[in-house]
T-cell receptor, first 114, second 112 residues
Framework: EAQVTQNPRYLITVTGKKLTVTCSQN?????MSWYRQDPGLGLRQIYY???????DKGDVPEGYKVSRKEKRNFPLILESPSPNQTSLYFC?????????????FGAGTRLSVL | DQQVKQNSPSLSVQEGRISILNCDYT??????FLWYKKYPAEGPTFLIS?????DKNEDGRFTVFLNKSAKHLSLHIVPSQPGDSAVYFC???????????FGGGTRLMVKP
């Protein structure tokens, strides 16, 4: 089954404790991205990657890091989480050959930073 | 400032009637528009899209209308069904297509 898988689905942590949210897709998609969803603000793009070893900032990259060492994986790293990073996070992917910017999303990771 | 806005946080409609969800944008560089649907505890799923060279796109019960001069698009669902109850996000993309800009979402409730 074609899918984007995020882990963990739920995470509670404390301020300053480094964490990684993993994202993996099995569709051989070149493009992957991370979003955060906050009430009234919709989804905002954090980082995206056009292909292996190619990453770029989205609209809200502060406090986040990403890496793209393999085509299928695109982890999101919070080096020193803060309470304002409490949010619902989504990973997405798409093929460069697909109709423009139709992205496929994972089920989400709900993060609480205390 | 938000470049894509959905001014109605929620909408309630009777089953069988038409649902109309609205979206406004400010960036004239947007050339492709998408609607996503989201159920609780799931990720958004693509519903329908429209290119800026068109003013209407239809797919079954779903139709998207684009008014470029007004920088406005709308999603029509006819007839509405209880299974359509979800949060609907409008999104926009520029020619380069590297990023998607989303609106804040509209929660649609279809009552049986």
């Amino acid at each position: 089954e074609a899918q984007v898988t995020q882990n963990p689905r739920y995470l509670i942590t404390v301020t300053g404790k480094k964490l990684t949210v993993t994202c993996s897709q099995n569709m051989n998609h070149e493009y992957m991205s991370w979003y955060r969803q906050d009430p009234g603000l919709g989804l905002r793009q954090i980082y995206y990657s056009m292909n292996v070893e190619v990453t770029d900032k989205g609209d809200v990259p502060e406090g986040y890091k990403v890496s793209r060492k393999e085509k299928r994986n695109f982890p999101l790293i919070l080096e020193s989480p803060s309470p304002n990073q409490t949010s619902l996070y989504f990973c997405a992917s798409r093929s460069h050959r697909a109709a423009k910017n139709i992205q496929y999303f994972g089920a989400g990771t709900r993060l609480s930073v205390l | 400032d938000q470049q894509v806005k959905q001014n109605s946080p929620s909408l309630s409609v009777q089953e069988g009637r038409i649902s109309i969800l609205n979206c406004d944008y400010t960036n004239s560089m947007f050339d492709y528009f998408l609607w996503y649907k989201k159920y609780p505890a799931e990720g958004p799923t693509f519903l329908i899209s429209i290119s800026s060279i068109k003013d209407k796109n239809e797919d079954g019960r779903f139709t998207v209308f684009l008014n470029k001069s007004a920088k406005h698009l709308s999603l029509h669902i006819v007839p509405s069904q209880p299974g359509d109850s979800a949060v609907y996000f409008c999104a926009a993309s520029t020619v380069a297509g590297n990023m998607l800009t989303f609106g804040g979402g509209t929660r649609l409730m279809v009552k049986p």
